[in-house]
């Protein structure tokens, strides 16, 4: 692949793509030279050099007494927006059946993988990817548990923050089953590429800066479960256009769980803002000034350094999550807190407030230049190792 003749790669100076965010990556290798020395090598892995934010404990420790006194509140309005496990989906009810008989559990396993004949490689990129983001779910709880106030204290704690996050992430667990078991049967992915990317990602974390602060981590989190209730919505329409409805109510169940915990995370930001207008405002600037970092942004597979940008590319042309989703889903937030209408906030707390509700076109007028320089440059392929090194144009 020449570089300079990848639209993808040389639109990224010009392209405001929220997802073209993936740091260098520097390998760590393990000493070339023979040593007597029982010191620990760590293994080959890919470490991002230099994480973007390392700030810590950002909120004032009286503000963590904000979260203490909306217990009550969060118990009655958050907490009743988990599903009670025995009216939850199962992955089961969505996959084959293994306690049928053999000949009847292959031929649903070959119905499957029929259903999948039409889909191109490309789509299995991106649902791959899809995939390996919900496997990383231990770096979600971790990141969670790092928020100052709401964090679970025992790991069995009963503060309904701490109840909520257990049970979040016990619903969002089911979506990697879901996702990895159907890859699994398809025969369409590479397994061990797969389950070596997750191992990888796992062992990296993610860089949201978030700062230990609830502020900024429900900020976080009400983007990204709408961001991820868009991009399986989106992974459902193009499976179901594919010729594979089963594929497509997969997608669309899972979706329909990151539009519940949308909802329940931007209720919380939405209460911050009624109890506290102006810190909530300023967190929602913070997060925006940032941009929101996607949570699978350190993701490598042992081989292509770049792998994150390459899989966000493929998802931006496949229309599965797109920079013109970013703005969208700000917009969303900004009517769904109703932000332009504020009142009572500081002379800070206004400047965020412009600056907040002005973004969303000014993202749009960058993007519409970078996809119009885009459309001149010719477009390239890069291999990807989850569909065994078959290439995909960017
Ligand atoms: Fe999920
Ligand atoms: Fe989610």
Not at 326 to 340: C, K, M, S
Not at 366 to 371: M, V
């Amino acid at each position: 692949m020449q570089a300079s003749q990848c639209f993808y790669l040389c639109s990224q100076s010009h392209a405001w793509n929220p997802r073209a965010q993936s740091p260098t990556l520097h390998r760590v290798r393990p000493p070339t030279t023979t040593t007597t020395s029982v010191r620990f090598t760590p293994p080959i892995s890919a470490v991002a050099t230099p994480l973007r934010h390392q700030k810590t404990h950002s909120m004032p420790p009286e503000k963590a007494e904000v979260f203490k006194s909306l217990e009550g509140w969060a118990s009655q309005c958050v907490l009743p927006l988990l599903r009670p496990v025995e009216q939850c989906w199962q992955p089961q009810s969505l996959l084959p059946d293994p306690s049928l008989p053999s000949q009847d559990f292959f031929d649903q396993v070959r119905a499957l993988r029929d259903r999948t004949a039409d889909l191109p490689d490309e789509y299995f990129v991106v649902l791959v990817g899809d995939m390996i983001t919900e496997e990383a779910l231990p770096t979600y709880q971790t990141m969670i548990n790092t928020l100052d106030g709401v964090r679970d204290e025992t790991g069995a704690s009963t503060s309904p923050w701490a109840v909520w996050t257990r049970a979040w992430t016990a619903e969002e667990n089911r979506h990697g089953d879901l996702l990895k078991t159907f890859l699994y049967l398809s025969g369409r992915v590479d397994m061990l590429m797969i389950e070596k990317t997750v191992q990888y990602l796992i062992g990296a974390g993610m860089d949201p800066g978030t700062e230990n602060n609830p502020y900024l981590g429900y900020v976080y989190t009400s983007f990204q479960e709408r961001a991820t209730f868009v991009s399986h919505g989106n992974t459902a329409r193009l499976a179901k256009e594919g010729g594979d409805p089963v594929l497509a109510r997969i997608c669309g169940t899972i979706a329909s769980d990151e539009k519940r915990h949308e909802n329940a995370y931007s209720k919380i930001v939405e209460k911050l803002l009624e109890v506290d207008s102006t810190g909530a405002m300023l967190s929602i600037e913070d997060m925006m000034r940032k941009k929101i970092t996607m949570p699978a942004h350190l993701m490598f597979d042992g081989q292509d350094p770049r792998l994150f940008e390459h899989f966000s590319a493929v998802a931006q042309r496949l229309g599965v999550y797109t920079a013109h989703d970013y703005a969208d889903i700000l917009e969303f937030l900004v009517g769904r807190w109703g932000l332009e209408k504020l009142e009572g906030l500081s002379g800070d707390g206004k400047r965020a407030q412009d600056y907040v509700c002005g973004l969303a076109p000014r993202i749009r007028r960058l993007q519409e230049r970078a996809d119009e320089l885009a459309r001149k440059m010719e477009p390239c392929g890069v291999k990807f190792s989850w569909i065994f090194n078959k290439e995909v144009k960017l």
